[in-house]
């Protein structure tokens, strides 16, 4: 094979979407047989080439998987966390899922719901990039009830460190009496995922958010899926993220790790 961009094959080999693996090669934990290479317009070969990541060598022939998991509160979506906080990776490694995978995009340490994972680089960038603004949906029990004045604001876009957010879908789902007032469980979809959006959305119409949950990524939901849990896309969410078909055996891969179905109660709300 001739030789391409590193950060192309290191996106091709799964390790992380083309931007992240520029990060890797400018934060010198990239190698080329042995030599720690920091241009971001490196070459490699990967049939003949030894390159490594923080020391383990990169396969270039893994096949690519597509995980869905029910991300529980406390948990970092992130590969490692400085506080040794839990991590996504913490929860497949305890589920028997191995191989290098990393979450795609991201979902705050407390909020909870789907997040995708993925060893295609490839796959990673069609998902997250700005320009295809996929919908993600959460639902955020927030404090007090908003008026419809204030839902508006948020549908057609509020400022956030100077920069107005797109208009998003927003509904009031439902009123939450309690002992200290009533709250409000509302429901969004936005079509960009800025860090922390949907709280601070929130905060600007001053009904900040007690708790937050993601339930749909793109056309892909699942509410029977356990905190914690993980299980592989099907074909149809695949292509319905990107748009393409994926290969026969990526769609012959058994799930990880399935879900007990069980049946939400009626009337019971959201956590």
């Known amino acids: 094979m001739s030789v391409i961009r590193l950060n192309k094959l290191l996106s091709q080999a799964g390790v992380a979407s083309r931007r992240l693996a520029d990060e890797l090669i400018a934060q010198g934990r990239v190698s080329i047989n042995g030599r720690v290479v920091q241009e971001l ?3 490699a070969d990967p049939d003949a080439d030894d390159i490594r990541v923080d020391g383990r060598r990169i396969k270039t022939d893994t096949p690519r998987r597509y995980l869905l998991m029910n991300k529980p509160r406390g948990v970092m979506s992130t590969r490692s966390d400085p506080h040794q906080r ?28 789907l997040i995708l994972l993925t060893n295609d680089g490839t ?6 990039h700005p320009r295809y603004e996929l919908e993600r949906t959460y639902e955020a029990l927030v404090l007090g009830v908003p008026d419809d004045r204030s ?3 948020l549908r057609r876009g509020v400022v956030i460190e100077g920069r107005r957010t797109l208009p998003a879908d927003v509904r009031l789902v439902r009123v939450l009496e309690g002992r200290e007032g009533a709250n409000a469980m ?29 339930t749909r990524i793109g056309g892909v939901t699942d509410r029977h899926l ?3 849990a993980i299980r592989d896309l099907t074909p149809a969410e695949i292509k319905a993220l990107t748009g393409t078909s994926v290969p026969r055996s990526t769609r012959e891969r058994p799930a990880a790790s399935r879900p007990s179905r069980q049946p939400r109660r009626p009337g019971r709300p959201p956590r």
């Open 186 to 214: 509302i429901e969004l979809t936005l079509r960009e995922g800025r860090n922390r959006q949907v709280r601070e959305m929130c905060r600007s119409i001053a009904h900040p958010v007690e708790r937050l949950r993601r």
């Open 226 to 228: 356990r905190p914690g």
């Open 86 to 113: 839990r991590t996504v990776i913490d929860l497949l490694a305890a589920a028997g899922v191995r191989g290098y995978f990393y979450p795609v995009g991201r979902l705050d340490y407390d909020s909870e719901g």
């Open 123 to 128: 796959f990673a960038e069609r998902v997250t």
């Open 41 to 43: 317009g490196e070459k």
């Open 151 to 153: 839902l508006e604001r």
